[in-house]
């Protein structure tokens, strides 16, 4: 998990560096947010929008899955991470080329999602008349296509908030092995909690939203 998280987290630096360094030369402002609430969810988020033209933007989102703040899931580790591209459309037009990153937005987006966990599994064995515990590791890979509508506001030309919430479609594909007898174990075919989205049941169709911070630069 450590090396898988190293090398994710070096993938997030250089994409928002080569991006950010790319703008500068439009001499364009453009904005780099924080997640607020992707620490509760297991994930460590942040985003880069930068302004095309004067109703649209490009939006780069990438996080880190691991952080654990508490006891409240379901996996005793994990470690992976989320990337995902995709245009804002401003709903009003500005009057500059570019726009200036503010009101509300629609945005499809493509997310790709990737992570390894690790869960302890009770099975009762008759033979020996015992509950007996054991490890069960796995690995998950989602793709999917996520429609948002948000509100962004900036205050003081610095502090941008952007409030948003999407619903879209996902396949998942998931692989566990463990020591269990296979007639003692269950197999998750199909876990809903991803960390950066939610899949309602079995269903494709996803859930995700939130709320991002950061600064105008």
Known sequence: FITMKKYALLLVVVIFTITAKGQDADKAPYAIKYDFFTPVAGCFGFSLELPRTNFTSLDIDAGLIGLKLGDYYSNTSFGGGYASIGPRYYFRKDELPKNDMRGPYFKPQFLLNYFQY???????EPVSNQNI????????????????MGSQWILSDLIVFDLWFGLGYGGDWTKEETNVPPEYFYEYNSRSY???????????MIFDGGLSIGLVF
């Open 118 to 124: 690790t869960y302890n599994y009770t099975y009762y």
């Open 194 to 204: 991803k960390y950066s989205h939610v899949h309602f049941g079995d269903s494709p």
């Open 133 to 148: 515990e054991s490890e069960v590791t796995g690995s998950d890979f989602s793709a999917n296509i996520l429609l948002c």
